[in-house]
Protein backbone atom coordinates (compact mmCIF):
# COMPACT_ATOMS: atom_id res chain seq x y z
CA UNK A 1 0.00 0.00 0.00
CA UNK A 2 1.68 3.56 -1.14
CA UNK A 3 1.02 6.22 0.91
CA UNK A 4 -0.70 9.34 -0.81
CA UNK A 5 -0.48 12.04 1.79
CA UNK A 6 1.16 13.41 4.98
CA UNK A 7 -0.43 15.74 7.24
CA UNK A 8 1.29 18.01 10.30
CA UNK A 9 -0.22 19.77 12.84
CA UNK A 10 0.25 21.67 16.04
CA UNK A 11 -1.92 20.08 18.85
CA UNK A 12 -1.57 20.93 22.38
CA UNK A 13 -0.30 18.05 25.45
CA UNK A 14 -1.06 17.08 28.65
CA UNK A 15 1.44 20.37 30.16
CA UNK A 16 -1.01 22.53 28.06
CA UNK A 17 2.20 22.89 25.50
CA UNK A 18 2.13 22.82 21.80
CA UNK A 19 3.12 19.18 19.72
CA UNK A 20 3.55 17.87 16.99
CA UNK A 21 0.24 15.66 15.51
CA UNK A 22 0.87 13.87 11.84
CA UNK A 23 -1.42 12.01 9.98
CA UNK A 24 -0.74 9.40 7.03
CA UNK A 25 -2.76 8.17 4.55
CA UNK A 26 -2.76 5.67 2.27
CA UNK A 27 -3.76 5.47 -1.29
CA UNK A 28 -7.11 3.47 -0.43
CA UNK A 29 -8.24 6.29 2.21
CA UNK A 30 -6.77 4.14 5.15
CA UNK A 31 -4.39 5.54 7.54
CA UNK A 32 -2.80 6.25 10.10
CA UNK A 33 -1.90 9.38 13.34
CA UNK A 34 1.34 9.68 15.44
CA UNK A 35 1.76 12.17 18.14
CA UNK A 36 5.36 13.10 19.63
CA UNK A 37 5.54 13.52 23.10
CA UNK A 38 7.76 15.66 25.56
CA UNK A 39 10.06 14.85 28.33
CA UNK A 40 11.06 16.92 31.11
CA UNK A 41 13.74 15.42 32.60
CA UNK A 42 15.36 14.36 29.60
CA UNK A 43 18.91 12.33 28.62
CA UNK A 44 21.37 14.97 27.28
CA UNK A 45 22.05 12.31 24.05
CA UNK A 46 18.23 12.25 23.09
CA UNK A 47 17.14 13.32 19.64
CA UNK A 48 16.44 16.91 20.05
CA UNK A 49 13.05 18.51 19.73
CA UNK A 50 12.63 21.33 17.09
CA UNK A 51 10.34 24.41 19.14
CA UNK A 52 10.62 27.77 17.65
CA UNK A 53 12.21 29.47 20.80
CA UNK A 54 11.25 33.50 20.65
CA UNK A 55 8.39 34.78 23.18
CA UNK A 56 5.13 33.06 21.83
CA UNK A 57 3.93 30.18 23.79
CA UNK A 58 7.39 30.14 26.21
CA UNK A 59 9.26 29.77 22.69
CA UNK A 60 7.84 26.16 22.41
CA UNK A 61 5.74 26.27 19.47
CA UNK A 62 6.63 24.11 16.73
CA UNK A 63 5.57 25.80 13.20
CA UNK A 64 9.33 25.57 12.02
CA UNK A 65 8.96 21.88 12.49
CA UNK A 66 5.87 21.84 10.91
CA UNK A 67 6.91 23.62 7.99
CA UNK A 68 9.50 20.85 7.63
CA UNK A 69 7.19 18.07 7.56
CA UNK A 70 4.83 19.89 4.91
CA UNK A 71 7.71 21.09 2.68
CA UNK A 72 10.32 17.98 3.46
CA UNK A 73 9.05 15.03 5.02
CA UNK A 74 5.76 15.02 3.13
CA UNK A 75 6.82 15.08 -0.39
CA UNK A 76 9.71 12.35 -0.05
CA UNK A 77 7.25 9.91 1.87
CA UNK A 78 4.64 10.24 -1.08
CA UNK A 79 4.46 7.26 -3.04
CA UNK A 80 6.87 5.11 -0.50
CA UNK A 81 5.56 1.53 0.68
CA UNK A 82 3.78 2.12 4.26
CA UNK A 83 4.49 -1.31 4.98
CA UNK A 84 8.62 -0.87 4.52
CA UNK A 85 8.81 0.73 8.06
CA UNK A 86 12.96 0.71 8.16
CA UNK A 87 12.71 2.32 4.77
CA UNK A 88 10.66 5.42 5.46
CA UNK A 89 12.79 5.60 9.45
CA UNK A 90 16.19 5.13 6.93
CA UNK A 91 14.89 7.99 4.62
CA UNK A 92 13.34 10.54 7.44
CA UNK A 93 17.16 10.34 9.23
CA UNK A 94 18.97 10.89 6.07
CA UNK A 95 16.51 13.68 5.13
CA UNK A 96 17.48 14.94 8.63
CA UNK A 97 21.14 14.86 8.10
CA UNK A 98 22.09 15.49 11.22
CA UNK A 99 23.54 12.85 14.52
CA UNK A 100 21.29 14.13 17.24
CA UNK A 101 17.86 15.06 14.82
CA UNK A 102 17.73 18.89 15.45
CA UNK A 103 17.53 20.19 11.89
CA UNK A 104 13.94 18.71 11.56
CA UNK A 105 13.66 17.98 14.96
CA UNK A 106 13.20 14.67 16.55
CA UNK A 107 9.37 15.59 17.25
CA UNK A 108 8.58 16.20 13.54
CA UNK A 109 10.38 12.19 12.62
CA UNK A 110 8.83 10.63 15.67
CA UNK A 111 5.32 11.71 14.98
CA UNK A 112 5.72 10.94 11.33
CA UNK A 113 7.05 7.42 11.94
CA UNK A 114 4.41 6.66 14.46
CA UNK A 115 1.89 7.83 11.94
CA UNK A 116 3.03 5.21 9.27
CA UNK A 117 3.24 2.56 11.79
CA UNK A 118 -0.35 3.55 12.58
CA UNK A 119 -1.28 3.30 8.60
CA UNK A 120 0.16 0.30 8.05
CA UNK A 121 -1.73 -1.31 10.81
CA UNK A 122 -4.98 0.75 9.20
CA UNK A 123 -4.08 -0.92 5.51
CA UNK A 124 -3.47 -4.58 7.12
CA UNK A 125 -6.62 -3.65 8.80
CA UNK A 126 -5.46 -5.10 11.98
CA UNK A 127 -4.76 -3.77 15.76
CA UNK A 128 -1.65 -2.15 15.75
CA UNK A 129 0.24 -4.51 18.59
CA UNK A 130 -1.02 -7.91 16.22
CA UNK A 131 0.65 -6.09 13.25
CA UNK A 132 3.63 -5.69 15.72
CA UNK A 133 3.64 -9.21 16.15
CA UNK A 134 3.25 -10.45 12.99
CA UNK A 135 1.98 -14.07 14.07
CA UNK A 136 4.22 -14.67 17.40
CA UNK A 137 2.69 -15.04 20.46
CA UNK A 138 2.96 -12.17 22.78
CA UNK A 139 2.39 -11.24 26.03
CA UNK A 140 0.83 -8.02 28.17
CA UNK A 141 3.38 -6.10 29.70
CA UNK A 142 3.82 -5.64 33.39
CA UNK A 143 2.72 -2.53 34.26
CA UNK A 144 4.85 0.30 36.58
CA UNK A 145 3.30 2.57 37.89
CA UNK A 146 3.36 6.33 40.08
CA UNK A 147 1.63 7.12 42.70
CA UNK A 148 4.12 9.85 44.16
CA UNK A 149 5.31 12.41 41.50
CA UNK A 150 8.79 14.06 41.88
CA UNK A 151 11.75 15.36 40.78
CA UNK A 152 11.22 17.52 37.80
CA UNK A 153 7.90 16.56 37.26
CA UNK A 154 6.73 17.90 40.92
CA UNK A 155 8.61 21.39 41.63
CA UNK A 156 11.75 19.77 42.65
CA UNK A 157 9.67 19.28 45.79
CA UNK A 158 11.73 15.68 46.44
CA UNK A 159 14.53 14.98 44.97
CA UNK A 160 13.65 11.16 43.64
CA UNK A 161 11.25 11.31 40.57
CA UNK A 162 9.04 8.63 40.23
CA UNK A 163 7.93 6.29 43.32
CA UNK A 164 5.96 3.80 41.74
CA UNK A 165 4.82 -0.03 42.38
CA UNK A 166 4.79 -3.09 40.50
CA UNK A 167 1.93 -5.53 41.20
CA UNK A 168 4.09 -8.51 41.17
CA UNK A 169 0.98 -10.99 42.24
CA UNK A 170 -0.64 -9.93 39.55
CA UNK A 171 -1.97 -12.94 36.83
CA UNK A 172 -3.29 -10.86 34.23
CA UNK A 173 -2.98 -6.65 33.11
CA UNK A 174 -6.32 -5.68 34.15
CA UNK A 175 -5.58 -7.78 37.87
CA UNK A 176 -2.54 -5.48 38.04
CA UNK A 177 -4.37 -2.40 37.36
CA UNK A 178 -6.99 -3.23 39.97
CA UNK A 179 -4.04 -3.79 42.58
CA UNK A 180 -2.82 -0.87 41.11
CA UNK A 181 -6.23 1.19 42.01
CA UNK A 182 -6.41 0.62 45.47
CA UNK A 183 -2.26 1.35 46.10
CA UNK A 184 -3.24 4.61 44.76
CA UNK A 185 -6.53 5.51 46.26
CA UNK A 186 -5.41 4.30 49.77
CA UNK A 187 -1.65 6.11 49.34
CA UNK A 188 -4.65 9.40 48.36
CA UNK A 189 -6.37 8.52 51.82
CA UNK A 190 -2.96 8.55 53.93
CA UNK A 191 -1.98 12.08 52.41
CA UNK A 192 -5.84 13.44 53.73
CA UNK A 193 -5.12 11.69 57.09
CA UNK A 194 -1.82 13.91 57.42
CA UNK A 195 -3.64 16.89 56.33
CA UNK A 196 -0.79 16.52 53.19
CA UNK A 197 -3.18 15.93 50.39
CA UNK A 198 -2.11 18.58 47.84
CA UNK A 199 -3.33 17.76 44.47
CA UNK A 200 -1.22 15.72 41.68
CA UNK A 201 1.81 15.77 39.82
CA UNK A 202 2.85 16.10 36.14
CA UNK A 203 2.15 12.34 35.19
CA UNK A 204 -0.62 12.15 37.88
CA UNK A 205 0.93 11.05 40.89
CA UNK A 206 0.37 12.13 44.31
CA UNK A 207 1.96 15.79 45.26
CA UNK A 208 4.99 14.73 47.60
CA UNK A 209 4.33 16.39 50.55
CA UNK A 210 7.48 14.94 52.16
CA UNK A 211 9.81 16.32 54.40
CA UNK A 212 12.79 12.99 53.43
CA UNK A 213 12.76 11.28 50.58
CA UNK A 214 12.27 8.03 52.73
CA UNK A 215 9.27 9.81 53.83
CA UNK A 216 7.99 8.99 50.46
CA UNK A 217 9.42 5.21 50.52
CA UNK A 218 7.43 4.80 54.16
CA UNK A 219 4.20 5.93 53.40
CA UNK A 220 4.42 3.88 49.92
CA UNK A 221 4.74 1.01 52.02
CA UNK A 222 1.74 2.09 54.37
CA UNK A 223 -0.13 2.52 51.40
CA UNK A 224 0.48 -1.24 50.16
CA UNK A 225 -0.48 -2.92 53.35
CA UNK A 226 -3.39 -0.51 53.89
CA UNK A 227 -4.90 -2.04 50.64
CA UNK A 228 -4.18 -5.14 52.13
CA UNK A 229 -1.04 -6.32 49.97
CA UNK A 230 1.95 -7.79 51.53
CA UNK A 231 5.09 -5.24 50.45
CA UNK A 232 7.17 -7.24 48.51
CA UNK A 233 4.79 -10.20 47.92
CA UNK A 234 2.00 -8.58 45.34
CA UNK A 235 3.13 -5.24 45.11
CA UNK A 236 6.78 -4.33 45.08
CA UNK A 237 8.19 -1.02 45.14
CA UNK A 238 9.93 0.99 41.46
CA UNK A 239 12.10 3.55 42.28
CA UNK A 240 12.85 6.36 38.54
CA UNK A 241 16.04 8.32 40.87
CA UNK A 242 16.35 10.89 37.52
CA UNK A 243 20.11 10.76 39.03
CA UNK A 244 20.78 13.28 36.45
CA UNK A 245 18.48 16.18 37.67
CA UNK A 246 20.83 16.52 40.55
CA UNK A 247 24.12 15.06 39.99
CA UNK A 248 26.48 15.88 37.74
CA UNK A 249 30.74 15.23 37.70
CA UNK A 250 30.41 12.55 40.12
CA UNK A 251 28.60 14.88 43.05
CA UNK A 252 24.81 14.03 44.13
CA UNK A 253 22.67 16.89 45.67
CA UNK A 254 20.54 15.98 47.81
CA UNK A 255 18.11 19.17 48.56
CA UNK A 256 15.62 17.68 50.37
CA UNK A 257 18.84 16.04 53.01
CA UNK A 258 20.63 18.70 52.42
CA UNK A 259 23.37 16.46 51.83
CA UNK A 260 25.88 16.18 49.07
CA UNK A 261 27.65 12.73 48.13
CA UNK A 262 29.87 11.41 45.81
CA UNK A 263 29.22 8.16 43.82
CA UNK A 264 30.08 5.64 46.37
CA UNK A 265 28.16 7.45 48.91
CA UNK A 266 24.70 7.83 46.54
CA UNK A 267 25.35 3.94 45.36
CA UNK A 268 25.39 3.26 49.02
CA UNK A 269 22.27 4.78 49.69
CA UNK A 270 20.73 3.42 47.48
CA UNK A 271 21.59 0.06 48.67
CA UNK A 272 20.41 1.21 52.08
CA UNK A 273 17.06 1.92 50.16
CA UNK A 274 16.94 -1.82 48.49
CA UNK A 275 17.91 -3.53 51.64
CA UNK A 276 15.01 -1.72 54.00
CA UNK A 277 12.00 -1.23 51.49
CA UNK A 278 11.03 -4.11 48.59
CA UNK A 279 12.65 -2.29 45.55
CA UNK A 280 12.29 -5.15 42.88
CA UNK A 281 13.62 -1.59 40.15
CA UNK A 282 15.65 0.92 39.99
CA UNK A 283 15.75 3.67 37.29
CA UNK A 284 18.81 6.18 36.73
CA UNK A 285 20.00 5.48 40.23
CA UNK A 286 23.34 7.56 38.77
CA UNK A 287 23.75 9.74 36.57
CA UNK A 288 24.17 9.92 33.05
CA UNK A 289 27.89 10.89 32.79
CA UNK A 290 28.66 8.19 35.49
CA UNK A 291 29.36 4.61 33.68
CA UNK A 292 31.63 3.45 36.53
CA UNK A 293 29.11 4.35 39.32
CA UNK A 294 26.36 2.43 37.24
CA UNK A 295 28.42 -0.36 36.62
CA UNK A 296 29.69 -0.91 39.96
CA UNK A 297 26.14 -0.40 41.39
CA UNK A 298 25.06 -3.10 38.92
CA UNK A 299 27.30 -5.56 40.39
CA UNK A 300 26.61 -4.39 43.81
CA UNK A 301 22.84 -5.40 43.07
CA UNK A 302 21.88 -6.31 40.02
CA UNK A 303 21.47 -9.70 40.89
CA UNK A 304 18.83 -8.86 42.89
CA UNK A 305 17.05 -5.51 41.70
CA UNK A 306 16.23 -4.58 38.16
CA UNK A 307 18.70 -1.52 37.22
CA UNK A 308 17.11 0.40 34.67
CA UNK A 309 19.06 3.45 32.09
CA UNK A 310 17.28 5.85 30.81
CA UNK A 311 18.69 9.20 30.59
CA UNK A 312 22.09 6.94 30.54
CA UNK A 313 21.09 4.73 27.31
CA UNK A 314 18.49 7.14 25.35
CA UNK A 315 16.89 4.25 23.77
CA UNK A 316 20.01 3.74 21.55
CA UNK A 317 20.87 0.58 20.06
CA UNK A 318 24.80 1.31 19.89
CA UNK A 319 24.63 2.73 23.87
CA UNK A 320 23.05 -0.54 25.01
CA UNK A 321 25.74 -2.36 23.41
CA UNK A 322 28.48 -0.39 25.37
CA UNK A 323 26.25 -0.21 28.92
CA UNK A 324 26.46 -3.84 28.31
CA UNK A 325 29.93 -4.39 27.64
CA UNK A 326 30.46 -1.69 30.89
CA UNK A 327 28.01 -4.02 32.94
CA UNK A 328 25.96 -0.88 33.90
CA UNK A 329 22.53 -1.67 34.10
CA UNK A 330 20.46 -4.92 33.44
CA UNK A 331 17.14 -2.97 31.64
CA UNK A 332 16.53 -0.52 29.18
CA UNK A 333 13.74 2.06 28.98
CA UNK A 334 12.77 1.93 25.52
CA UNK A 335 11.26 5.75 24.69
CA UNK A 336 10.52 5.91 20.79
CA UNK A 337 10.73 10.16 21.28
CA UNK A 338 14.49 9.38 22.63
CA UNK A 339 15.48 7.67 19.43
CA UNK A 340 13.82 9.64 16.71
CA UNK A 341 12.47 6.78 15.01
CA UNK A 342 9.85 3.39 15.24
CA UNK A 343 12.67 1.74 13.99
CA UNK A 344 15.51 3.09 16.03
CA UNK A 345 13.32 2.16 19.01
CA UNK A 346 13.36 -0.56 17.60
CA UNK A 347 16.52 -1.49 17.41
CA UNK A 348 17.63 -0.64 20.91
CA UNK A 349 14.89 -3.21 22.34
CA UNK A 350 16.19 -5.36 20.03
CA UNK A 351 20.06 -4.77 21.31
CA UNK A 352 18.82 -5.07 25.02
CA UNK A 353 17.19 -8.29 23.99
CA UNK A 354 20.47 -9.58 23.06
CA UNK A 355 22.73 -8.54 25.99
CA UNK A 356 20.21 -10.41 27.79
CA UNK A 357 18.61 -7.02 29.60
CA UNK A 358 14.95 -6.72 30.16
CA UNK A 359 13.16 -3.90 28.72
CA UNK A 360 10.64 -1.20 29.55
CA UNK A 361 8.47 0.98 26.85
CA UNK A 362 7.95 3.82 28.32
CA UNK A 363 5.39 6.73 27.90
CA UNK A 364 6.97 10.56 28.76
CA UNK A 365 5.83 13.13 31.27
CA UNK A 366 4.11 15.22 28.52
CA UNK A 367 1.55 13.21 26.42
CA UNK A 368 -1.61 13.36 25.33
CA UNK A 369 -4.67 11.11 24.23
CA UNK A 370 -2.75 8.87 21.87
CA UNK A 371 -2.08 5.02 23.23
CA UNK A 372 0.13 3.79 20.72
CA UNK A 373 2.70 2.60 23.21
CA UNK A 374 0.44 0.42 25.05
CA UNK A 375 0.10 -1.14 21.44
CA UNK A 376 4.21 -1.29 21.17
CA UNK A 377 4.99 -2.56 24.91
CA UNK A 378 2.37 -5.37 23.58
CA UNK A 379 3.42 -6.27 19.68
CA UNK A 380 7.26 -5.71 20.71
CA UNK A 381 6.33 -8.20 23.69
CA UNK A 382 8.70 -5.86 25.75
CA UNK A 383 7.87 -7.17 29.11
CA UNK A 384 7.00 -4.32 30.86
CA UNK A 385 4.73 -0.65 30.30
CA UNK A 386 5.82 2.30 32.08
CA UNK A 387 3.40 5.20 31.63
CA UNK A 388 2.96 7.45 34.97
CA UNK A 389 0.54 7.11 37.58
CA UNK A 390 -3.33 6.02 38.01
CA UNK A 391 -5.26 9.46 36.86
CA UNK A 392 -5.74 11.89 34.47
CA UNK A 393 -6.74 10.94 31.14
CA UNK A 394 -3.23 11.20 29.04
CA UNK A 395 -2.17 8.34 31.22
CA UNK A 396 -5.56 6.23 31.73
CA UNK A 397 -6.09 6.06 28.23
CA UNK A 398 -3.03 4.39 27.98
CA UNK A 399 -3.83 1.70 30.36
CA UNK A 400 -7.54 1.46 29.18
CA UNK A 401 -6.12 0.47 26.01
CA UNK A 402 -4.34 -2.24 27.46
CA UNK A 403 -7.26 -3.97 28.76
CA UNK A 404 -8.79 -3.76 25.70
CA UNK A 405 -5.96 -5.53 24.24
CA UNK A 406 -5.90 -8.16 26.61
CA UNK A 407 -9.78 -8.96 26.05
CA UNK A 408 -8.73 -10.12 22.60
CA UNK A 409 -6.20 -12.42 24.08
CA UNK A 410 -6.43 -15.83 25.61
CA UNK A 411 -6.21 -14.38 29.11
CA UNK A 412 -3.25 -15.11 32.00
CA UNK A 413 -1.03 -16.89 29.67
CA UNK A 414 -0.80 -14.02 27.54
CA UNK A 415 0.40 -11.70 30.58
CA UNK A 416 4.51 -10.81 31.32
CA UNK A 417 3.73 -10.91 35.15
CA UNK A 418 6.84 -10.66 37.26
CA UNK A 419 8.85 -12.91 34.98
CA UNK A 420 9.15 -9.69 33.08
CA UNK A 421 11.66 -7.91 35.81
CA UNK A 422 15.46 -8.14 35.16
CA UNK A 423 17.54 -8.87 38.68
CA UNK A 424 15.90 -12.36 40.50
CA UNK A 425 12.83 -10.61 42.00
CA UNK A 426 9.98 -13.02 40.21
P1 LIG B 1 10.37 12.72 31.24
O1 LIG B 1 10.72 11.71 32.40
O2 LIG B 1 9.39 12.11 30.32
O3 LIG B 1 9.86 13.93 31.95
O4 LIG B 1 11.68 13.04 30.55
C1 LIG B 1 10.32 10.39 32.43
C2 LIG B 1 11.40 9.50 33.00
O5 LIG B 1 12.47 9.99 33.44
O6 LIG B 1 11.26 8.28 32.98
ZN1 LIG C 1 13.50 8.00 33.87
Known amino acids: MRIRE??????????????????????????????????????????????????????????????????????????????????????????????????????????????????????ARTPLWRHLAQGRPVRLPLPQVQVFGGGAHAGRRVDVQDFMVIATGAESFAHALEITADVYRCAGELMAQRGRLAGVADEGGWWPDFARNEDALDTLVAAIERAGFTPGGEVAIALDIAASEFGRGGRYRLALEQEELDSDAMGERLVRWIERYPVASIEDPLAEDDEAGLAAFTRAVGSRVQVVGDDYLVTNAQRVRDAAAAGACNCVLVKPNQAGTVSEARAALQAAREAGYATIVSARSGETEDVAIAHLATGWDAGQLKVGSFARSERMAKWNEGIRIEGEQPGPAGFWGARALAGGRR
Not at 44 to 55: H, I, L, S, Y
Request: hydrophobic residues 40%; aromatic residues 2%.
Open 6 to 123: VRGRRIWDSRGRPTIEVDVVNEDGSWGRGVAPAGASRGTREAVERRDGGVRFGGLDVQQALSGIEREIAPALRGLDVGDQSAIDALLVRLDGTPDRSRLGGNALVATSLAALQAAAAA
